[in-house]
T-cell receptor, first 117, second 115 residues
Framework: ETGVTQTPRHLVMGMTNKKSLKCEQH?????MYWYKQSAKKPLELMFV???????ENNSVPSRFSPECPNSSHLFLHLHTLQPEDSALYLC????????????????FGSGTRLTVV | AQSVTQLGSHVSVSEGALVLLRCNYS??????LFWYVQYPNQGLQLLLK??????LVKGINGFEAEFKKSETSFHLTKPSAHMSDAAEYFC?????????????FGGGTRVLVKP
């Protein structure tokens, strides 16, 4: 365990379903991130939350909806997904510094393997 | 804007041979540099990082990397490959930015270790 826990580890959902991915960290970090990792594609940053406020949304389709109720928890709500959304979804956290640099980098969870059928 | 280029999406090495993974970056200010490793169906794990000070940094599992400012490089090496080193490796760079504490990742290099 890295200190960042993602559930579920695996998820199969139909295109009409609604599901949520959960991420939890107790490292005292105050910035959290969602990444999408597809086969043969670079890591794609989806959302960034810093101090519980969304600071970046990299033009992600509205069928993905993030929620950050506090600095320890991050959710990704999914609805009416497409088969091309099948991927490994990674959550990460970092300690936000006022210099703007995550000196210790990110700590990643183990990911949720999502399959859309 | 910062970017990271990893030369070679796949590298094959024999067990016991040198592992060399190349990473070049572009950054308008002195960067912080990281190497991560990802084993199958797992998240990314920090191998090592360069922030300031000594340009040769040592990480876990016998890996090390050297920051060369003149070459804008941060190549990762391990003198003797082990079967357990088979994984995907990602180089990442961070600059001082106003918000988001962003890391920019390279495309990754998958390492295959042959017995």
């Amino acid at each position: 365990e890295t200190g960042v826990t993602q559930t579920p580890r695996h998820l199969v959902m139909g295109m009409t379903n609604k599901k949520s991915l959960k991420c939890e960290q107790h490292l005292g970090h105050n910035a959290m991130y969602w990444y999408k990792q597809s086969a043969k594609k670079p890591l794609e940053l989806m959302f960034v939350y810093s101090l519980e406020e969304r600071v970046e949304n990299n033009s992600v389709p509205s069928r993905f909806s993030p929620e950050c109720p506090n600095s320890s928890h991050l959710f990704l709500h999914l609805h009416t997904l497409q088969p091309e959304d099948s991927a490994l979804y990674l959550c990460a956290s970092s300690l936000y510094s006022w210099t703007g640099v995550p000196v210790d980098g990110y700590t990643f969870g183990s990911g949720t393997r999502l399959t859309v059928v | 804007a910062q970017s990271v280029t990893q030369l070679g999406s796949h590298v094959s090495v024999s067990e016991g041979a040198l592992v060399l993974l190349r990473c070049n970056y572009s950054s308008s200010v002195p960067p912080y540099l990281f190497w991560y490793v990802q084993y199958p169906n797992q998240g990314l794990q920090l191998l090592l990082k360069y922030t300031t000070g000594a340009t040769l940094v040592k990480g876990i599992n016998g890996f090390e990397a050297e920051f060369k400012k003149s070459e804008t490089s941060f190549h990762l090496t391990k003198p003797s490959a082990h079967m357990s080193d088979a994984a995907e490796y990602f180089c990442a760079v961070s600059e001082k930015e106003a918000a988001g504490n962003k890391l920019t990742f390279g495309g990754g290099t998958r390492v295959l270790v042959k017995p």
